[in-house]
């Protein structure tokens, strides 16, 4: 399926959770199994030099495992705290209304690894940037980001870039196949994904 069709499965829901907000609905391109295979491969074909694929609890399960099935990769869950029964890494992160915690196995990742972070939605990108974190912790490198979604107006290649980079030059900043992006000021991180909510009146409460 090309990008249009993909964005068509993509319903506007509008005044849900809360009145002024308009909610992506993904869930008609989840449930059409050619649209699935679709965003895994072009996904996956973002960055086919990652040894695994990371996605963060609860939406990026999706597609990290859709990517790990059609490129034969191994999966990373990165979940909310108290969800993981071994070894932990731990990290907080702020929201628009006081903070969360989202945690990664100590061995999920060994040092050196390359890592593809995926999730749903990129927004102020203070989700994405702790589980960057996270898999630093582990000793892994985090190479590329892919999601589905970009609300552009909040700023989240920032958020990203400043909060998760550690000076060494892993990441580059591509518009790749995720239209609206101008390419500055989002670091040296690599973001793809196909669509933007440039527009958007999503709030804060709705971010990655």
């Given at each position: ?77 990165i979940r909310k705290a ?44 203070g989700t994405l940037a ?79």
């Open positions: 399926m090309n990008l249009e069709q993909l964005r068509a499965l993509i319903r506007d829901i509008p005044d849900y959770p809360t009145p002024g907000v308009l909610f992506r609905d993904i869930t008609p391109l989840l449930r059409d199994g050619n649209a699935l295979a679709s965003v895994a491969e072009f996904m996956s074909a973002e960055d086919k030099g990652a040894d695994l694929i990371a996605g963060i609890e609860a939406r990026g399960f999706f597609f990290a495992a859709a990517i790990g099935v059609q490129s034969k990769r191994g999966v990373i869950p108290g969800k993981l029964p071994h070894d932990v890494h731990r990290q907080e992160y702020g929201l628009e209304y006081g903070s969360d915690v989202i945690e990664i196995h100590k061995d999920a990742a060994l040092p050196g690894e390359k890592v593809l972070l995926v999730d749903d939605v990129l927004a102020t990108g702790a589980a960057i974190k996270l898999i630093h912790a582990t000793g892994a490198k985090v190479t590329s980001v892919g999601v589905l979604l970009e609300i552009a107006a909040l700023g989240g290649r920032d958020g990203c870039g400043h909060e998760a980079q550690d000076g060494a030059g892993l990441y580059r900043c591509q518009s790749a196949w995720m239209s609206g992006y101008d390419g500055r000021g989002c670091g040296n991180m690599k973001v793809s994904g196909i669509g933007t909510g440039s527009n958007s009146t999503w709030s804060h409460s709705q971010a990655c």
